[in-house]
C-alpha cells in the first residue's frame, strides 16, 4: 500500500511558474515509477510528466522544455517544476505512484492560470 499526498498548486498569471509535490508513505520500496497525470475540464487525462525508480524522466511534447519532473529520496517526494506556465496548463494535477500492478493516487491539486 502507498499513500500519496500532493501540494503545491494554486492560481499563477501566464508566464509564472509553480512546483507541485508529491510525497509517498508506506510500501515506497516496490514503486516502479511516479508521475503527473493531468486533466482539464472537458478534456482526456493527459499524461505530463513520469520518472522511473532509477531517475529516467520523461515528459509530454505539450510541456517539453517548461517542466521538469524530479525526486528527493531521502523525502521520497516527487516534484513537478512548472514554468513559463500557459492557461492551457490549467487543470488538475494528479499524481500516482506505480506499484506492481496497482496505481495509487493523489488527490489531485488544481492549476489555474489566468491574468
Known amino acids: 500500500q502507498v499513500r500519496i499526498v500532493e501540494s503545491g498548486g494554486g492560481l499563477v498569471q501566464p508566464g509564472g511558474s509553480l512546483r507541485l509535490s508529491c510525497a509517498a508513505s508506506?510500501?515506497?520500496?516496490?514503486?516502479?515509477?511516479m508521475g503527473w497525470y493531468r486533466q482539464a475540464a472537458g478534456k482526456q487525462r493527459e499524461l505530463v510528466a513520469i520518472i522511473s525508480s532509477g531517475g529516467s524522466t520523461n515528459v509530454a511534447d505539450s510541456v517539453k522544455g517548461r517542466f521538469t519532473i524530479s525526486r528527493d529520496n531521502a523525502k521520497n517526494t516527487v516534484y513537478l517544476q512548472m514554468n513559463s506556465l500557459r492557461p492551457e496548463d490549467a487543470a488538475v494535477y494528479s499524481c500516482?505512484?506505480?506499484?506492481?500492478?496497482?496505481?495509487?493516487w493523489g488527490q489531485g491539486t488544481q492549476v489555474a492560470v489566468s491574468s
Open positions: 508506506g510500501n515506497i520500496f516496490s514503486i516502479y515509477h
Open positions: 500516482y505512484a506505480k506499484v506492481s500492478d496497482s496505481w495509487y
